[in-house]
């Protein structure tokens, strides 16, 4: 069986994204050697709940330099490939660690946001969201004097309750489980492989690194883009399932 046969018999696939699916729309991954963000920035430094209250300027510098490079990018093929797979009943559920909202923007309805967005930021105080381009505009504050922060989830906090509940459901009902660009280093987003391997899914890995899942995978491809390879997988499932 190929990955195109798996995809074409498949009635609950479940795809998990990292930022591997969206360096492609010019967005830096964190992990890639060089360019990714952490060779450059220290995560521990900037992404936490400790750098939002003892670190604000580099913090809130840091944020904005994030923000005003999503601005600059949009989704790329590759997102519109899963959006319309969405639509033909390919692709059930999108788990992404995403927070650049690429894939709803392209058009996929159901996804889960594990690690938040990056679209809004939101008062630590009363809760009130904005877009998150007033945080260039200097608005570090909401009217109610609390402090605005990004709605992304920081390193040491938890994850919403919601997202990990509806993630977890759909790898234990999933019969394929294809990983899109993801290290697979950050829990408990990289538990879902488990999860779903557990519950007899099929499990697929692209991403041009090898990852530390690999050994469990029914398939990997490394050393290709992703854009390239859904592209190719879906032209075969054309022929496949015409
Ligand atoms: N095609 C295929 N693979 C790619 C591409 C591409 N075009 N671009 C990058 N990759 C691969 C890289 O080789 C890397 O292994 O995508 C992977 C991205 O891994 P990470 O940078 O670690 O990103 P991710 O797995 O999403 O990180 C998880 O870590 O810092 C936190 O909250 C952050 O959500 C993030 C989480």
Redesign the pocket.
Known sequence: MTITSWLAASRRTVVL????????SGL?????PRT???ARFN?SEL?TIDALHHRRESFVEFYQYRIRTLQQCQPHD?HRLLADWERRGIVQTIVT???DGFHQEAGSRRVIE??GSLRTVHCQRCGQAKPSFVYLHGVLTCECGGVLRPS??L?GEPLPEKAITEAWEAAQQADLFLV???????SP??QLPFVAKRNGAKLVI????P?DLDDLADAVI?G??????LTELNEQLAEVDP
Request: glycine content about 12%.
């Open positions: 994204t990292g930022a591997g699916m969206s360096t492609e830096p991954d964190f992990r890639s990714g963000l952490w995560p992404a590759g660690q995403n927070v594990l690690h992304v989830v390193f899109l660009g993801s290290s697979l280093q950050v987003a990289n692209i991403n041009w690194e990852t490394h290709r883009k992703i854009g390239q390879v």
